[in-house]
């Protein structure tokens, strides 16, 4: 693509590289793994086997599949921080039938077990809590049990689960207009949206993530949030939140789903305006100093030092898995209420599926979005958290299942790894539900 390879449209803003085509040679697991390929191995390691930010190789399959458990060593980072708490244990109870369900892949006759899926969607590891205990947890690649991943747009999620909660809580009205509570975007696209607009992405813009067009506006945003210098004569917007401000509109807000990761930063600006905090600290207020996380989480920023609320949350597995069985009980910790329930029901109810029907996306009908979240409609009442090349949290509340996985997919959209993914979703919640109850 037209300037890939310049600094400041590849190393300020990982969601420009985690969106780029796969190479037309896709090495298998075992070819491409991090452990037996050797980058950045040595002190220091040799020329061919350093990855690079500026140059975007950094993030490059087969390369990535060592960078998404290695972004502070090539971004700069804000912390989430988990507090000086000690970490709520898990309780374990593993369940060694889960690797062998099998079941079929959309669009195939032939069946396929659980640990294949894994293998054949490039999974870098995958928690499966079962009414808050762990029944299944694998570690491949370059993840490991003391690590952190990149989570991709699963972000998004966790942006709007702020933001509903803020509304729960009556700090955010989602009847009123962005600009109320961020006057620097009143004429931009996102000035005359609803607040609500904004969170379930039914916003009118005129912004393209096109990545096969150099021309998109994707581009433009790439190099605005860049945290490396902007290129000689640049006179464009600095930082995510200056580029924000020249969205401009096309159509009508509230007609359709329109997934947009602007969309996401806007509403990080709105939560932040409200809370007179990063969504850094927010989150660590909220969430991460009060559920015993093991790790701190981080987010990249921008030159300004703005996290990047459509992308940029890097956190350990089980730590997302302590985030999404906080969600699956409606916001209760341990027995005690730590979010309102009203925010987490508002994302069971999902958003307007009509809406969601126009944005395109066949393999999922019938589903919708709402606070950032994918709602599946389907009669489990399942709904997840997705990210590119692979990260998801699935909530499936009928088999009080929470599961999380993170991978390196070559293929970065999620319709590359759905087919397998979906199917082995929906084998695991039947195969607990079908255990005798306690």
């Known amino acids: 693509m037209t300037g890939l390879k310049a600094p400041w449209a590849t190393a300020g803003l990982l969601f420009i590289l985690l969106t780029q085509p796969a190479s037309a040679t896709r090495l298998s697991v075992d070819d491409s793994n991090p452990n037996t390929r050797g980058w950045m191995q ?47 244990p898990l309780n374990y109870r593993l369940d ?21 899926a894994l293998t054949r969607n490039y999974t870098d590891g995958l928690l499966i809590l079962h009414r808050g205990d762990v ?19 699963v972000t998004k999620s966790v942006t709007g689960l702020l933001a509903a909660v803020l509304v729960a809580e009556g700090r ?21 949206a609803s ?108 030159e300004l030092g703005i996290p990047f609320a459509g992308g940029g949350l890097n956190a350990g597995l089980r730590d997302m898995a302590r985030l999404g ?3 699956r009980n409606q916001g209760r910790w341990q027995g005690e209420p730590l979010l309102p329930a009203a925010a987490i029901d508002d994302i069971l109810r999902g958003g307007s599926q009509e809406a969601f029907a126009r944005a395109g996306f066949d393999k999922l009908r019938g589903w ?7 709602v599946t409609h389907n009669p489990n009442g399942a709904f997840a958290a997705r990210g590119v090349h692979g990260q998801t949290i699935y909530i499936d509340p009928a088999a ?31 195969h607990l539900i079908s255990l005798e109850k306690p």
């Open 96 to 116: 060694p039938l889960i690797d062998k369900l099998r079941f079929l892949p959309w669009g195939s006759e032939q069946p396929i077990t659980f640990a294949d």
């Open 195 to 302: 607040v609500r607009q904004l969170m379930d992405m039914t916003t009118g813009l005129q912004y393209s993530e096109n990545y096969a067009d150099p021309n998109a506006e994707v581009w433009q945003f790439s190099t605005a949030g860049s945290s490396w210098p902007k290129p000689q004569g640049y006179s464009g917007p600095v930082g995510y939140l200056d580029y924000l401000t020249g969205v401009q509109k096309l159509g009508e807000h509230g007609q359709a789903f329109g997934y947009k990761t602007v969309n996401s930063d806007a509403l990080g600006w709105v939560i932040s305006r409200v809370t007179d905090t990063s969504v850094a600290e927010l989150l660590s207020e909220k969430i991460w100093r009060r559920i015993g996380m093991e790790q701190s989480a981080y987010y990249q920023v921008d």
């Open 368 to 374: 919708s979005y709402r606070n950032m979240w994918w």
């Open 325 to 327: 069985e906080l969600v």
């Open 42 to 88: 040595g002190f220091p390691p040799p020329p061919e086997k350093r990855l690079r930010a500026v140059d975007g190789s950094f993030f490059e399959f087969p390369a990535l599949r060592y960078s998404v458990a290695h972004m502070r060593e090539f971004m700069p980072t804000v912390e989430v921080s988990r507090g000086l708490g000690a970490p709520a």
């Open 400 to 430: 009080e299942m929470v599961l999380v996985r993170f991978a390196s997919h070559p293929v970065a959209a999620n319709g590359a790894n759905d087919p397998l993914s979906l199917p082995a979703w929906q084998a695991v919640a039947d």
């Open 172 to 192: 955010l009205d989602e009847t009123r207009k962005v600009a109320d509570y961020v006057p620097e975007l009143a004429s931009s696209a996102f000035g005359d």
């Open 135 to 153: 029944v299944y947890e694998r570690y491949f690649g370059a993840l490991k049990e003391d690590g952190q991943h990149a989570v991709m747009s």
